[in-house]
């Protein structure tokens, strides 16, 4: 007969709440569900309950994220000088570029592989 030592028991519910914003509280120890009313009292807690509206914006008025431009002139260190090694090396027809491509599709279409 073979003698096993039983399961070890599972760890204590953690005390960090449900999401990350930190919203609502974790459920009560032991307890694996919760009725509807406290569920929809806790979504809105966080601000996602049924219902519940936030204000529209319409999309042009709504921030947007730097343009390319923006983003090129913030760069520095390692990035600036790969990125000026990339403009260099498409400007000398080596990365591709318009040109590559008209090239490189104009010779799949004479190959046939691309149908016009």
């Given at each position: ?37 406290e ?39 390692r ?9 260099l ?13 008209l ?14």
């Amino acid at each position: 007969s073979s003698s096993s030592s039983p399961p070890p028991p599972p760890p204590p519910p953690s005390s960090r709440p449900c999401s990350s914003s930190g919203g609502s509280p974790p459920l009560p120890s032991g307890e694996a569900s919760v009725v509807w009313a406290e569920a929809l009292a806790r979504l809105g807690g966080v601000g996602c309950a049924p219902g519940v509206r936030r204000s529209h914006v319409p999309l042009l008025e709504r921030q947007g994220s730097a343009t390319l431009e923006e983003k090129v002139a913030a760069l520095h260190g390692r990035q600036k000088e790969r990125r000026q090694r990339h403009n260099l090396l498409r400007a000398q027809g080596n990365g591709g570029g318009d040109a590559g491509d008209l090239e490189f599709f104009a010779l799949k279409r004479a190959e046939g592989s691309l149908s016009s």
